[in-house]
Structures are given as C-alpha cells and as structure tokens.
C-alpha cells in the first residue's frame, strides 16, 4: 500500500486552469511513475548492532506479525525476532562459542495453530563424530511463541548413519511431525522425520548415483507424498559429475528419481523447488558456470518442461508461487547491482511476461545476496534485504503486486 502523504490542491482560479490541471494528471498517469513506487513500503531498518543486521528467512503470523532471523553484533552471532506494528523485539540469541548454536537460522516454519516456530541451522551443534572441528552438524530447533521457550529438538550427526548439514523448509504433516532433508549424512544426504515427540529417524539416505545425491531444495509437500531435488548424482554426468535430479519419497521413505537432469537448456545442479495448490511443482536449474539456466516445471502429471530461460533469469536466486499462476523472485539484478522483486507469468516454451514490482536503490534495501526472502500472505509479499536502508544493515518491507 502507499505511504505517500495525500496533497489537498487549491482552488482553482478559472476553468482554464482545470482543464490544463487534468491534462496534466491525464499525461502523468500514462507517462507514469512505476507501479511498485506506490505499492511498496519499508516497514524497518535493522539498526545493527544487538539489535540486528543482514536479516534472512521470515514468516507472517496470521495477525501480521513478521517473525525472522538476523545477524548481531560483530560475531558470527545470530538472532530470532519478531516485528510488530513497527517495534522489534529479540526472541531468541544464537551464540557464537563453539560447540552449540553457531550458525544462522534457516527455512522458518509456523506450525498448523501458529504458537510454535520451527527451523534448522546448517551447522553448530554438537562437534563429535563427523563433525568435530569447529563446525558442527546442525540442529533442528522449535520456539514457542506462547511461553518464549526455545527448544533444540535434534542435533544432526550423532552417528555415521545420521543425516547432516539440514537444508530448505521442513514440512509438517498434519501430525504435527515435521519432514527434512540433509545434504550431507546418511550416504550422499538424508530424508528425516522429527516426530511431535520429539524423535529423530532417518527414513531414506540418499545415492550412490544413479540416484541422486546431496539434496538441495525443498521438500514440498504434496499428494500425501514429498519432493525435493539433488545437486548431484542422477543418470547424466555434467563435468564429471552427475547433472542432479528431482526426487519423490513416500513419508514411510521410498524414493523414486522423476527427472535426472541432463545439463542442456534444462540445465544442472537444480537447488531450489517449490510448488502450487495444484499439485505442479517449480524449480532452479544452473548452467555449467553457476549462473541461473532455468525455472523449470514439473506439472501434476509428471511432465517436466522449461516454464521461464528468458534474459532476467541469470539473475534470479529465489521463487516463490502466486495464487494466480503467476511466480514472484527475487533478483540481483537491476540498477547498480542493488536487486528487483519481480512478477513472472510463464507463456509456454521457456517464454513469460516479467514485471519489475520493484527496483531497489539501497535506500530502500539492497539484495546483494538474495535468497529464501519473499513470502506471500493475504496477497501481498514481505521481505527482507541483507544490505541497504538507513544504516545499510538491511531492511523488511512489504509490497503489493
């Protein structure tokens, strides 16, 4: 929404001057302003310090909280926080010391009543093992929004067999337990479920090729079953290595490879899949230089095919899916390199109509990194950036397409 001030005008001294007032309204509202100058409103900027910067993956409660995660201090610090009705208020403190704790807050998830947070971290935990040596194997953590309670329910790699390194949003059934996946653990990566009780088992380890290897993206959740998609492995080699797939496992854990990338124009090393209301799933693919080949479609009969590979998409890092089949991504693209938020509709055979909602400045954020950013909620999208705002510490803003 706009949070422009209204300007009342005064009257006008003949009829002349009305008309020349309207021509002049009429020419501006065909010339006009881009759209996102009126839809798009910064709603923060993290001060630094203990307070925040560079803030990452969010979430919005059904009363319109914004609850995310954000670096502080001048460590390798993190925090979880929450923003409402413009003040924000630190839930929970990562610490930097070795041994618990250590790494940022990833794929934020709300459970079915949304009393509960649940994410993960790629690292910290525990260093025995498989991850001994300053790293850790991550944890899976949940934090009660009710009673300000946070909770380390599973530390990853407590034995060879166990996954590590958890990667993408969970899922959670309507059981109330929660489905992941790990890049590393297990043989190649891991599919686990954490039940509501609070127990860890690992229900598919992944490869050797030709199955894929070292997860990337997901799961989404769909059908009664989960999907997600692997960097490596597969039935193609791509420099040497398997191109990667997209992957279907049951809850009980059998797994079934749907699509083995081939490194042409569906390109390689997929690392992000999303999926709609109707059962279609989308993904990014990249081309043997690490840029950005593709968003692909798998639709809900299995089909893969190449929805967008047009000139913005080398620049896109993360998508998420409108309701009107429409996707939304953001981009490191634009004007001094600073980021677009923009609105996709794919037309069939790698073509689509991209809308630019938003060009950032730095002003108004700077997405010099982008990823998992957007979130759609009740039509409008939220997000963050890491850089850019008053203080250049990044900033949380919402936009209407």
């Excluded at 319109?64 to 460590?75: H, N, Q, R, T, V």
């Excluded at 127990?199 to 009664?224: H, I, M, Q």
């Excluded at 929805?307 to 890092?317: D, K, R």
Aim: aromatic residues 10%.
């Amino acid at each position: 929404m706009s949070n422009e001030a209204d300007h009342k005008q005064k009257p006008a001294r003949s009829q002349i001057s009305l008309a020349l007032l309207a021509a002049v309204i009429v020419s501006l509202a065909f010339l006009g302003s881009p759209a996102h100058a009126q839809t798009y409103n910064q709603l923060y900027n993290f001060p630094g310090g203990s307070k925040g910067l560079q803030p990452g993956d969010i979430v919005v409660t059904s009363d319109g909280s914004i609850l995310g995660a954000a670096f502080y201090g001048d460590c390798s610090c993190s925090l979880l926080f929450n923003y409402t009705d413009g003040k924000e208020t630190v839930l929970h403190r990562f610490p930097e010391p070795t041994g618990y704790e250590r790494e940022f807050p990833q794929g934020l998830l709300l459970s079915k009543n949304g009393d509960t947070l649940y994410g993960t971290t790629q690292y910290g935990g525990k260093e025995t093992g498989l991850c001994a040596g300053g790293t850790g194997c991550g944890v899976a953590f949940s934090y009660d929004l009710t009673t300000g309670k946070y909770k380390t329910m599973h530390e990853f790699g407590a034995s060879a067999s166990d996954g590590n390194s958890p990667i993408g949003i969970q899922a959670l059934d309507s059981a109330g337990d929660l489905y992941g996946l790990t890049s590393g653990g297990g043989t190649n990566g891991t599919f686990y479920e954490i039940t509501a009780a609070g127990t860890e088992k690992v229900l598919y380890a992944f490869g050797p090729a030709p199955d894929g290897v070292w997860p990337n993206g997901g799961p989404v959740r769909s059908g009664g079953n989960y999907y997600g998609v692997t960097i490596g492995g597969g039935a193609n080699t791509c420099n040497s290595g398997g191109c990667g797939t997209v992957f279907k496992v049951t809850p009980s854990g059998k797994e079934t490879v749907i699509y083995n990338f081939a490194g042409g124009s569906d390109g390689a090393y997929p690392w992000e899949l999303v999926g709609d209301s109707h059962g279609n799933l989308y993904g990014l693919s990249k081309t043997q230089d690490n840029t950005t080949a593709a968003i692909f479609e798998i639709n809900s009969a299995g089909d893969f095919s190449i929805a967008y590979n047009g000139s913005y998409v080398s620049q896109i890092a993360f998508i998420i899916v409108g309701t009107d089949g429409s996707l939304y991504a953001s981009s490191a693209g634009g004007a001094d390199s600073s980021g677009q938020i923009l609105k996709l509709t794919p037309s069939g055979e790698g073509n689509g109509t991209v809308t630019v909602l938003q060009q950032f400045d730095n002003t108004d954020g700077s997405m010099l990194n982008p990823f998992e950013d957007l979130v759609l909620h009740g039509g409008v999208l939220y997000g963050t950036t890491n850089y850019g705002g008053s203080s250049n510490n990044g900033v949380i803003y919402k936009l209407k397409p």
